[in-house]
Structure formats: C-alpha cells, structure tokens
C-alpha cells in the first residue's frame, strides 16, 4: 500500500535528500553560522515581554509594528517596501512560488547556498548554478552566457557568499542587475560582519531585493526575515505569505530584542575581531589555505589529510564544524568553521592542529 501512495508523492521530491542537521550535544557547535554570544541584557525582561503576547488570539498579520522597526534599524530606504518570513528560507520559497511557471528557471552561483536549489526543486522549477571562478568570484564571462541562454526569473546573490564567505564585486552585481531580465535577490544574510550592503541602493533597480535575517545578529532562534524592494513587487510577494507566518511570540521578542541592537552590534564586532585572529592562525599552519572571509565563518582546504578524517578528529575532540568536503569540485577537501567565542575558538584550532599532527 505504502509503494501506492509514494507513487502520488513527485519523482523530483522523492529524489531529494532532506536538509540535514548535525547533532551537536555535548559539542562546541562551531557549525551553524551562529552568534555564540546571548542578549543577557533582556534576559530580566523576558518574563514581562512574552507576558504581554496575547497567545490566546492570532498575531498581527503583517506584522506592521515589527516591520517598521526592522524597516528603522536595517535601513530600508523611504518609499521601499517589506514583507517578513519564518527566516530566509520562507521568504526565498514565497518567492520562488511567485515566479514559478513552465519552462522557467532560479539561478545562483555555484558553490552557494544549498536553500537556492533545493527551493526551486521544492516548486518544480529548473536551477541553473553558475560555477564561481577559483578564487570564488562570479565568472562574468560564464555568467552573462548563462543569462542570455536560460533567461532566469531569479538569480540569487548571497552577499557574502555562503559557503565560502568572500563578498562579490560590487561592479559584478551592477552588471548582472541591468542585464537580468527579472529579479535579482540580494541576499544580505552576513550583513552584520561583512558591513556592506546594496540596501541603500534599492531605489536605483527596480528589479531588486535585499534580503535579511535577525538569525547572524545573535536571534536564529526566533526565525524571522526580510525582504526588501519596491512596493509593487513587495506586494506580489505577500500574496503568496501563508497567514499569520510570523507568531505573536517572534514578533514581541524581535521587536524587544531591537532595543539592544547597540549590543548586537557590539557582538558583531567582536567576531569581526576574532575571525581576524582565527585567519591569521590558520594562514599560519602548512596545511590549511584559508579564503579571505567578511562573513562569521571561514572555509579552509586541507592539502595532505582527507578532510573527512580531520573533520572526525576535531568532532572527537568535542568541537563540531562543517564538513564541506565534495569528491571532485571547488569545495574539494575543504571545511567550514564558524566564529565562536575566544575559548571556542582556541578549542577549534587545538583540536585541528592536533589532527594535523597525526
């Protein structure tokens, strides 16, 4: 019976392999691209904060209060609009949903973010994946053939780049937005450590989006996102927005939570300063080529040791990061760490000279 029902279930969704989450008890979870640091500035707030939500009724549809916030501390030029997401992930689906069709494609940049495939498989849509250059740039020669002969209804631009964290040439992504024939999305996740940003800019290109997230600020645990753009196309996006998408919980805490963005950024900053610290120790082991990073995360290549083996070791030693490592490709033999605390990161780089060393 169960072979019956499967059969009802799309080919290409059956072909996918679910987006996997590594176990991280008991670890120092260096993996994820989060802020280890908390906002203990509100925890003594908390109690009156969640109080206050009316969790008996349905929250603000639009989250009109928490859009205006989010509008004021990110910058949204005057006259853009916004809409929010359950994270990133929901606004590039909602997104995805209103662009899909017959025939049409999502592009991106390869190796980039896995959600940008994987999303437009999800709405029965082609990917076309751009292969970056080997310094993991954007090929423009490669890309302007990819655009003239798929036509894209998306591309996406993760600034910085997600997994190898550099950011694009600004020169490039001028190019890609007055020569794509739809939206150009801007996905702006890493704005608080790359402190660049085409936000500002939204009022010169109709066709683009910037996309943020509180997730790298020091709040993934709240899962809200969003997407900026011209009102027009704004409005476009919200009509696929299921109801109610962003919980009266979320929207009390955001809003709370971006009376501290002093601190937040003050933590950014920090990280800023210890992802300097961590690429310069590991420029200096003979092993390891680093990747210049503006993001909270650096990706690395081993030469000599098979990265699967170190990625074990260094798991074994109790600290856990991402294992990048591809067959064949740009990410060949290449691990991911994100930026922790001070003591996290001397962990990291104990365990993975200790590995080296073996």
Not at 55 to 67: E, F, G, M, Q, T
Not at 319 to 344: F, H, S, W, Y
């Amino acid at each position: 019976m169960i072979d019956k029902l499967l059969n009802w279930i799309r080919p290409e969704i059956r072909a996918l392999n679910a987006y996997h989450v590594a176990d991280a008890g008991g670890l120092t979870k260096l993996d994820a691209m989060e802020n280890p640091y908390t906002l203990d500035e509100l925890t003594g707030h908390w109690p009156e904060v969640l109080a206050a939500a009316e969790i008996n009724r349905y929250p603000d549809p639009s989250a009109a209060v928490l859009r205006e916030k989010l509008a004021q501390v990110m910058a949204v030029p005057e006259g853009a609009e916004t809409v929010l997401g359950n994270g990133s992930d929901e606004l590039i689906q909602m997104l995805a949903m209103v662009v899909s069709g017959k025939d049409r494609c999502i592009m991106s940049f390869d190796p980039g973010f896995v959600m940008y495939r994987m999303i437009a498989e999800f709405v029965g849509m082609d990917y076309v994946g751009v292969p970056l250059d080997a310094s993991f740039n954007i090929d423009m020669a490669a890309t302007r053939a990819a655009i003239e002969k798929h036509q894209p209804a998306i591309i996406f631009i993760a600034y910085p780049n997600n997994p190898t964290a550099n950011l694009f040439n600004d020169s490039h992504i001028e190019e890609i937005l007055k020569i794509a024939p739809g939206l150009v999305v801007v996905d702006e996740a890493y704005h608080p450590f790359a402190q660049a940003s085409f936000m500002s800019r939204l009022p010169e290109y109709e066709q683009l989006l910037v996309m943020r997230t509180v997730s790298k600020m020091g709040l993934a645990g709240l899962r809200l996102g969003m997407l900026a753009g011209t009102p027009e196309l704004i409005q476009q996006v919200d009509k696929v927005r299921l109801p109610y998408n962003i919980n009266v919980l979320t929207q009390q805490a955001s809003y709370s939570a971006l009376d501290y963005v002093s601190v937040l950024d003050e933590q950014a900053a920090l990280i800023r300063y210890e992802r300097e610290s961590m690429l310069k120790a590991l420029a200096a082991m003979e092993q390891v080529e680093t990747f210049p990073s503006r993001a909270n995360f650096i990706l690395f290549r081993l030469s000599g040791h098979n990265a699967g083996t170190v990625f074990e070791s260094i798991r074994a030693d109790g600290v856990l990061i991402k294992n990048m490592n591809a067959q064949t490709g740009a990410l060949k033999n290449c691990l991911r760490v994100t930026i922790g605390k001070p003591e996290e990161n001397v962990a990291f780089l104990a365990a993975l000279t200790k590995a080296l060393a073996a």
